[in-house]
């Protein structure tokens, strides 16, 4: 039998135990669902670099502004070269911008008029998609036109501080 001292004792024991636990810092997180796609891209000649800046601010903030699940939208200049890094939440998000993007869309202008300062080498997919994103690209790239490629690199694994 159990002294009442045993008893309190566990019972502080296991108070503090529990106190302690719920103190540590969360796991990281897998992030199987995160797309991230890196647009390779060079700036036709007679594009100041004013207007590029001005032109990528101006398409950087319609995107937060409309897409709710793009994590991250950033344009990074190297010279004449061009990287696009856009981070998603998910497929879903992807195929949105996809959408927005596509004629008709609500970024179908934008998009146009990125095409007028750069020429795009490629783009490649990374993360948590499946088969259905890789179609509904393919869909989009012929609508558009376009005639680069798409590279698509599935996760392995990973961590991210924005997962959920």
Do not use: C
Not at 55 to 80: C, I, M, R
């Amino acid at each position: 039998m159990q002294s009442v001292f045993q008893k309190f004792y566990l019972y502080v024991v296991g108070f503090f135990v529990a106190l302690m636990t719920s103190a540590l810092p969360d796991e990281k997180k897998e992030v199987p669902s995160e797309v991230i796609v890196i647009v390779t891209m060079n700036v036709i000649e007679g594009n100041s670099k004013q207007h590029i800046a001005e032109f990528t601010q101006k398409y950087a903030n319609f995107v937060d502004k409309t897409e709710p699940d793009t994590l991250g939208w950033s344009y990074h200049q190297s010279g004449n070269k061009v990287t696009l890094i856009e981070r998603y939440k998910n497929e879903e998000a992807n195929i949105n911008t996809a959408k927005n993007i596509s004629p008709g869309g609500i970024r179908n202008q934008l998009l146009k008029d990125q095409l007028k300062i750069f020429s795009i080498e490629k783009v490649a997919v990374f993360g948590g998609f499946t088969q259905k994103l890789i179609d509904f690209n393919s869909v989009t790239a012929e609508k558009l036109q376009f005639k680069f490629p798409f590279e698509y690199n599935p996760i392995i694994s990973g961590t991210s501080k924005n997962a959920e």
